[in-house]
């Protein structure tokens, strides 16, 4: 068998000379590197997919945030621009100073003015005139409103709830969506009354108003969702429409969830038989009933109208009452 002695000198020596050797390897010594692989299609679609998920969530993150500032700048100018109307309004109405109305969220009850003039109740409460001392007040506010806004309509309120809001009234149902009752942009939109009712509510059939359902915060017509519940719906049963022709005061007889193509806001009828068929046909739509509540053609009512707040956009949430007596 062969050896190989590697001697000491030989070992010092490429020890010594290993990076001299290196620093003369020319580029024709060194080896060229291996052709880069090109990618595959599928890599190249991964690729591009997860670039546009990024983009996507960084697209949606900002939608998000604006959104949530919007709401809130929103909320702000609605806040303040019906807190201050509803003070305004009733405190002027009252010949006092008043107090703010509270539209916050959570609040169950309002401490709404009370400016009718009590009764003693009847077996069957007919839509009859009754003297309120306040009105001539009201029909002056009222006036200083129309003069803000030509459009206006009255005033509601809704027993129980933080509904209590000018009312206004357009050439069509769109215009006061997203429109204060300043005509101003606001996502709130306004409480508003359907373009084809009459001015005076007392020539209505149906007297239908319209307004958005806010749970953000519980404003414009959420309270409506409130009927939803058996309890509060027995035991808050008064919606008054202030207009210069009167305060027209209404008690609650139906409650439900529809489509916005159902006819329960009709409000042309050809005769007193065929209104009567119809306030039933809504009164038995009702989630919940009143015992001893006999409607006739003779009744006249009012209908206001909400959204669900569902993914399904022609769903409406719709509460009813019948006209008791006209204050004025």
Known sequence: MLRFRITDRYRKKTKADFLG???????DDIAPLPPKKPKSRAQIVSTAVTIAVLLLCAAVFVYSVTQMVITLIAHNEAKQLYEG????????????SGSP???SQGEASLPLPD??????????????????????RIKAQLYALSE??????????????????????????????????????????????????????????????????????????????????????????EIKLYTSDGIFVYEVFAIYETDYGYHYRKTDFTSNEQFGEYINEMQSNSIWQK??????????????????????????????????????
């Open 291 to 328: 015992e001893g509540m006999d409607l006739t053609g003779e009744d006249r009512m009012i209908t206001l109208s909400t959204c669900t707040s569902s993914l399904f956009t022609t769903r409406r949430y719709a509460l009813q009452g019948r006209l008791v007596r006209v204050e004025k």
């Open 115 to 136: 400016i009718s003039v009590k009764r003693q109740p009847s077996d069957r409460e007919d839509a009859g005139t009754v003297h309120n001392a306040d009105f001539e």
């Open 85 to 96: 109307l509803a003070v305004d309004f009733f405190a002027s109405a009252q010949g006092s």
């Open 101 to 103: 109305v509270p539209l």
């Open 21 to 27: 050797d290196l620093m003369k390897l020319s580029a």
């Open 148 to 237: 803000n806004n030509p459009d206006t309509y009255g005033w509601l309120t809704v027993e129980g709830t933080q509904i209590n809001y000018p009312v206004v009234q357009a050439a069509d149902n769109d215009y006061y969506l997203n429109r204060s009752f300043q005509k101003k942009y606001l996502p709130y939109g306004a409480i508003y009354v359907d373009f084809v009712c009459r001015r005076n509510v007392a020539e209505n059939y149906n007297t239908v108003i319209y307004g958005h359902n806010v749970t953000s915060d519980g404003s414009m017509f959420n309270g409506v969702t409130d009927f939803l519940d058996p309890d509060f719906f027995n035991e808050h049963d």
